[in-house]
């Protein structure tokens, strides 16, 4: 805003009343002495408008500048307050309210009442005792923070479940659309906004999508169901134009949003190019500056009570949005990638002379500081994801040390969903990663609070957590940095969310902010090399390693992992380990292991009280297949679809294998490897009932020739039941008549195999009903032929549902997604878990014994796969141990997919195991290959 002068409307307010008084005098006279001129006095011979007066009031407005009234901070009760909703008294919490750039932490109360926070930190006893009905919630110490607010989101006009009526979210009317508003698309019955509450979100803006290069006016909502369960009842503070043309002048406008998007996004859209998006842009400013201009002549005169012919106020509907960002009065979210766009939009602020809230997605940003200090007025702010990137050419340079870097250079730094890319439910764990790489903690938690507040220009009301604030805030169960943490309670407007909330028991670890790894090195390469730094390891020169200081090993033991030493803390416990050629061949002290024969130039690693575990498996996304997801000519492309009927005769009873399709060396393989993801295991990319036989392969080698680098090449037999085309049921027939042998050539002999459990079946499936008709049909074709088939459910969103049915059938299970979502109609019915549920999918699963793996659903997340395991046990509140969350993406993935050659690479962590957000990947430890890798 620095380069708009600060021009309140109150301060304005005594020189308009002046200037009023003058003008209706003359319009007084005029009006008395109608057809008469009088002599002494020209001026006063010219018609003036009867609304004259209306007219002066909006040319005065037409450059006031949004913000709260000047009296918003003496309100004592919230314009959103909903009747009824009882004082609530938060006592003994620890409260970072967002002040002191994130620094600020009160030990103290919180009182809300009326929609608002009424006191922070003590409160007189007298005040309490003041309220009758006053609701208290101890919260024992625990961490209390604004409400979460998620300044990138589609909820309600791209709804979950996604069914035909339920995109709201682009239109393909035109690449310049500033007259759309999301608002209209807003559904108020989005599965999604209860989940995302029970993350702790509290607000969140939801922009139209990004197929156009301006999609229109995006709307910040509360994310409560409110008594008029209407869609502009959860609109905070809604522009006054919102009515219609007629607004009270007088009264401070309130911020406006709206929505750009540059890049591959409009010129996909409408077949153009970037050349062709820019000049849309610069139309569209162009036709909204003459307006403008238009406007500022027009009210140049009226305000000199030059009348004459002056005629209607210039405006256009379709227009005045665009012209008011050009007056400065609207938060633009300009969804902008690569630094050519970001470079191409910079030029425009500076052709048009308006500025950028923030640039969104901006995964380029962080290579290009200097340039987004050239847009026109503030530096824009940047929203980001934490590691989901690579799908796209714009996305391939992105970088989860991003967030840091541009920190480091002062820009403001946000993290966003972009819901339902991700589930905003999880968009503090998207800060919670910025943080892992390197954002200090202040500006993680603002990242997802106070930052956002402000870019929207809503930091008045939410945000912080500040007497006259609306009293939106939530009551965690650990620190909210800490891997997990979810909250115990959530308060919108005062109004407690959560019914009846199940707060699972944190160590006492996840109490404070996490730790993070040293990742500086890291961050200067990810610069250095324009975000492509190397990511191979080198083996290393010595055959043997030495790890000291090491306090806790994992180990495989057949089908499951042991912990085999627990340090019990303090340096005497911790154990060394030495590894000769990839062999571990001794652990325990530095005596037992005799330490001392070894020659001084053996590598040495301390792992500073860290750990050593078997390493990990990611499955379900097409990991391996391509380098950039998006980009045909880097994908091995997708099987075509055997039920269609239209298939070339060479290809009708072929399967396809992935290891025919697998590339190696790609950028998100590399980083799986360096997260402790030695092998992906994927199957042909279909969504089209048989997909083909799974391989398992190496995440870290050159090619597929390397030694080593194809695990299996065969492991399952992999089909889905998930759309419908063609019907459900034709499916299931299909697959009925294929195990009961019925196929021909190479098809029908591979489920002949299935049949006689000779190979495993994985099916994607997420409905229950779906699943249920797959047990009845394993049962008869078991009746029939006698022995037992092997089958997996993937996906299986709904299985929670039929854990006992599916522990009866020995059917194994892959939660993929592993945190469950409700996407679609049959992935609905999910168990949401802590805070929502005491139970999850997996706690019920594997009290029925099924073998329960988690997955993945897209490639960038392998490298994610020890958090998802961590956050499973976490969620799963004790009933599983570290060994149990590590089989979880390990061996038990082994088992549900086939994969016979086990993994048995092994990872050494720093300073913690692979579960926790403070450990560090050192090192792969390979036996298959003999080697020792070391990281950085
Ligand atoms: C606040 O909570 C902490 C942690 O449970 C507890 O140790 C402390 O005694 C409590 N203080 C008050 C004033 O209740
Ligand atoms: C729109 O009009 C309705 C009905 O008169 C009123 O309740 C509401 O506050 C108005 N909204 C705005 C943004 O002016
Ligand atoms: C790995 O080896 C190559 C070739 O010897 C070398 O250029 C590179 O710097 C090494 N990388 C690391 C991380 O040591
Ligand atoms: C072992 O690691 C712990 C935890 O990082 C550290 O405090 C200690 O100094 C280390 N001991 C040695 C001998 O390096
Ligand atoms: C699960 O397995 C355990 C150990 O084999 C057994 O005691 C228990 O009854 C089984 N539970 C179910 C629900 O089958």
Redesign the pocket.
């Known amino acids: 805003m620095d380069k708009y002068p600060p021009h309140r409307h109150g301060a304005a307010r005594p020189q308009l009343f002046k200037y009023l008084a003058a003008v209706v005098l003359v319009a007084v006279i005029t009006a008395t002495s109608s057809g008469v001129t009088l002599g002494w006095h020209r001026q006063s011979s010219v018609h003036v408008p009867i609304n004259a007066a209306e007219i002066v009031d909006k040319c005065r407005a037409l450059n006031v500048l949004p913000g709260p009234p000047t009296n918003f901070h003496e309100r004592t009760q919230s314009d959103r307050y909903e009747a009824g909703t009882p004082p609530t008294h938060i006592?003994?919490a620890t409260i970072w309210t967002g002040h002191a750039d994130g620094h600020e932490v009160i030990v103290g109360d919180i009182l809300l009442d009326k929609g608002i926070i009424q006191e922070v930190g003590r409160i007189k006893q007298s005040v309490l005792d003041g309220y009758k009905d006053l609701v208290t919630v101890d919260a024992?110490?625990a961490w209390v923070t604004p409400g979460i607010v998620d300044m990138h989101s589609h909820l309600g006009v791209d709804s979950a479940p996604a069914l035909r009526g339920s995109d709201d979210t682009n239109s393909l009317k035109g690449l310049v659309l500033p007259w759309l508003r999301s608002l209209d698309g807003l559904n108020t019955h989005d599965d999604a906004y209860r989940l995302s509450i029970s993350g702790g979100v509290t607000t969140a803006n939801v922009l139209p999508g990004s197929a156009d290069a301006i999609g229109g006016q995006a709307f910040s909502i509360k994310l409560r169901s409110t008594s008029e369960r209407s869609s502009s009842s959860m609109v905070i503070e809604p522009p006054h134009s919102l009515n219609g043309s007629h607004v009270d002048s007088t009264a401070t406008p309130r911020w406006r949003q709206m929505k750009h998007a540059c890049g591959e996004n409009p010129t996909r859209v409408y077949s153009g190019t970037r050349m062709d998006t820019i000049w849309a842009f610069r139309q569209g400013y162009e036709t909204a500056r003459k307006i403008k201009v238009k406007q500022d002549e027009y009210c140049a005169k009226a305000l000199d009570g030059q009348w004459q012919n002056l005629g209607d106020f210039p405006e256009d509907l379709q227009w005045e949005a665009l012209v008011d960002v050009l007056r400065g009065r609207v938060k633009v979210h300009n969804h902008c990638y690569e630094a050519v766009d970001l470079d191409g939009i910079v030029r425009l602020t500076n052709e048009f002379k308006f500025s950028i809230a923030a640039f969104h997605h901006a995964h380029e940003t962080y290579l290009v500081p200097d340039l987004l200090k050239k847009a026109y007025g503030s530096t824009p702010a940047i929203a980001l994801f934490a590691t989901n990137g690579r799908y796209k050419r714009e996305a391939y340079r992105g970088s989860e040390f991003a967030p840091r870097i541009l920190a480091e250079n002062g820009l403001r730094v946000v993290m966003k969903s972009d819901h339902p890319v991700l589930n905003s439910r999880h968009l503090l764990n998207e800060a919670q990663q910025a943080h892992y790489y390197g954002l200090p903690h202040n500006l993680a938690l603002a990242s997802v609070t106070s930052t956002p507040a402000k870019v929207l220009g809503y930091d008045h009301r939410i945000g912080f957590i500040k007497p006259g604030h609306d009293a939106d805030v939530v009551v965690w169960d650990s620190h909210p940095l800490a891997l997990g943490a979810a909250p115990q309670q959530v308060f919108i407007d005062g109004i407690a969310q959560l019914e009846k909330p199940f707060v699972s028991k944190k160590p006492s670890s996840h109490q404070r902010v996490p730790k993070t790894p040293d990742f500086d090195k890291e961050a200067r390469d990810a610069v250095k090399y324009e975000g492509l730094p190397p990511l191979e390891l080198n083996s290393s020169t010595s055959d043997i390693t030495i790890f000291s200081n090491v306090s806790s090993v994992f180990l495989r033991e057949g089908l499951s992992v042991k912990e085999v030493i627990l340090a019990q803390g303090g340096k005497e416990n911790a154990a060394t380990v030495v590894v000769e050629n990839g062999h571990v061949t001794c652990f325990g002290s530095d005596s037992q292991c005799q330490v001392a024969q070894y020659d001084l130039k053996v590598q040495r690693v301390n792992l500073e009280g860290g750990s050593i575990s078997p390493a990990l498996i990611s499955f379900g996304s097409p990991l391996g297949l391509n380098h950039i997801d998006q980009e045909p000519s880097t994908n091995d492309g997708s099987v075509p679809n055997p039920l269609k009927g239209n298939l070339p005769s060479l290809l009708e009873d072929t399967v396809i294998r992935a290891v025919d399709g697998l590339q190696f060396s790609t950028r998100d393989a590399l980083l799986a490897y360096r997260a402790g993801v030695t092998v992906g295991v994927t199957a042909p990319t279909s969504n089209h009932f048989l997909s083909g036989l799974g391989v398992a392969f190496s995440t870290g080698l050159p090619h597929r020739l390397a030694h080593g680098a194809v695990l299996q090449d065969i492991t399952a037999l992999h089909i889905s039941i998930l759309s419908s085309s063609p019907s459900i049921s034709t499916q299931i027939g299909t697959l009925r008549n294929l195990l009961n042998g019925h196929g021909e050539g190479e098809i029908g002999k591979l489920f002949k195999k299935v049949t006689k459990g000779e190979i495993r079946l994985v099916i994607q499936v997420q409905s229950a009903d779906i699943m249920a008709a797959l047990i009845n049909l394993k049962k008869d074709i078991e009746k029939a032929h006698g022995k037992g088939i092997q089958i997996t459910f993937a996906g299986a969103n709904e299985a929670h549902l039929l854990a006992k049915e599916i522990g009866d059938a020995n059917i194994g299970v892959v939660l993929r997604p592993s945190r469950p979502f409700p996407g679609t109609w049959r992935s609905k019915r999910i168990l949401p878990g802590p805070p929502l549920s005491e139970e999850t999918s997996f706690t019920i699963l594997k009290e029925h014994n099924v073998t329960v793996g988690l997955g993945v659903e897209e490639q960038w997340s392998s490298r994610n796969v020890r958090f998802d395991a961590a956050w499973a046990a976490l969620e799963a509140n004790g009933k599983i141990s570290r060994s149990e969350a590590i089989a979880l993406a390990s061996t038990n993935l082994e088992h549900l997919l086939g994969v016979k050659n086990p993994n048995l690479d092994l990872v050494a962590v720093k300073r913690g195991t692979l579960l926790d957000f403070e450990g560090q990947v050192t090192g792969i430890i390979s036996p298959q290959r003999g080697t020792v890798e070391l990281l950085g």
């Open positions: 006592k003994n024992q110490g």
